[in-house]
């Protein structure tokens, strides 16, 4: 599972200049300590490392399911490796790459989601730190999607705009771009009937597709869990829950020697929950009480609330209709949609 200085990305790797080259690294005195650095305070150097603490540096790197991994692996007791709180990839500027540079450098073991080399223009994809880092061991994870619970919930992304998220939540519904698409209106009905079979099918489907990807591109794979983890497998499609983590944490806790991760006392990705609904309960089997309702960050949202303004996101963004109903065509046709 530990591969030395090996590339996550299977692309062709292309000459890249230092990182140091790019963005010299300001001095924590040019840096406002605004509640941003202050939560990376270390990465940005306006907080000081334990003094006390001489292990070697692991890094975890990846979007926001890295620092609840992260979390997870340094609540090992026997961990012979120090973690660093890092910003997600897609919060990354050109302004940080020093500090990334800084960083990794110093890393005897990047834990990496396969990051694509030159991510968003710069140098911060999988294959760039191991450029970085050449002696470093490298364990490949992967970005885990789960749309099981969810069935209707995808996400999608528009070349134009590749930051874009619909208004309200950062997930498109199936059946909110189906009912645009089709131009029916606010009022209009807008839900679908599926039968539970179809339900199933698609909890599958989702699984397979991270199969896929596991054995292409990772070193440890967590698939195989998301089925029996039931209604704790996920709160959204991409916030898996605290079973999964600790699960994955565990697997590389055991490839880097250290004893098993010790289960924290919040939900890590739980700022984010969805409706789950009585009907995927029941095709799946689960126990599990029914969410008529989203709750992000606290705030309660209506699943009516959430489809309004999303569908009035669609008016001003209609380029997005086409783009998820043509990256979803399969689940589409799974369920019995099109």
């Given at each position: 599972?530990?591969r030395r200085?090996?590339s ?14 790019r ?9 406002a ?9 270390e990465?940005?150097g306006?907080t000081?490392?334990p ?23 340094s ?16 919060e ?13 450098r110093?890393?005897?073991?990047i834990?990496?989601q ?19 880092a ?22 999608a ?11 309200a ?19 209009d ?11 199933r099918e ?7 597709q991270?199969?896929v990807?596991?054995r ?19 709160h959204?499609i ?11 944490g ?25 409706p789950?609904?009585?009907?995927v309960i029941?095709?799946?089997g689960i ?27 669609y ?11 043509d990256?979803?065509?399969?689940l589409?046709?799974?369920l019995?949609?099109?």
């Amino acid at each position: 599972m530990l591969r030395r200085g090996v590339s996550t990305d299977d692309e062709r790797r292309q000459p890249r200049r230092s990182m140091c080259s790019r963005a010299p690294m300001r001095s924590s005195d040019d840096l406002a300590a605004d509640g941003r650095t202050r939560h990376y305070g270390e990465f940005y150097g306006v907080t000081e490392a334990p003094g006390t603490d001489d292990r070697e540096m692991l890094v975890v790197w990846g979007n926001c399911q890295a620092e609840a991994l992260r979390i997870v692996l340094s609540s090992s007791p026997d961990l012979p490796f120090r973690t660093v709180r890092v910003p997600p990839v897609h919060e990354l500027e050109s302004s940080d790459l020093a500090r990334v540079e800084h960083l990794v450098r110093r890393a005897a073991v990047i834990v990496s989601q396969p990051v694509r080399a030159g991510y968003r223009g710069l140098p911060i994809g999988g294959p760039d730190l191991a450029d970085m880092a050449p002696s470093a061991s490298v364990i490949v994870w992967p970005v885990i999607r789960y749309g099981g619970l969810y069935p209707f919930q995808v996400i999608a992304r528009h070349p134009a705009q590749p930051s874009a998220v619909p208004a309200a939540v950062p997930y498109h519904d199936l059946r909110t771009v189906l009912a645009v698409r089709d131009g029916r209106g606010h009022d209009d009905e807008w839900d679908v009937d599926v039968a539970a079979d179809r339900i199933r099918e698609a909890a599958q489907w989702s699984v397979e597709q991270l199969e896929v990807r596991e054995r292409r591109h990772c070193d440890v794979g967590i698939s195989d869990i998301l089925l029996p983890a039931g209604a704790e497998a996920a709160h959204t499609i991409n916030h898996p829950g605290n079973r999964v983590l600790l699960t994955l944490g565990a697997r590389m806790l055991d490839a880097l020697g250290a004893s098993a991760p010790v289960p924290p006392s919040r939900d890590l990705l739980g700022n984010i929950r969805a409706p789950l609904e009585r009907r995927v309960i029941d095709a799946l089997g689960i126990e599990a009480s029914p969410r008529a309702s989203w709750d992000v960050d606290g705030a309660v949202m209506s699943d009516d609330d959430v489809r309004r303004r999303q569908m009035h996101w669609y008016a001003e963004h209609p380029e997005f209709i086409d783009a998820v109903l043509d990256r979803y065509v399969d689940l589409i046709e799974i369920l019995g949609l099109s």
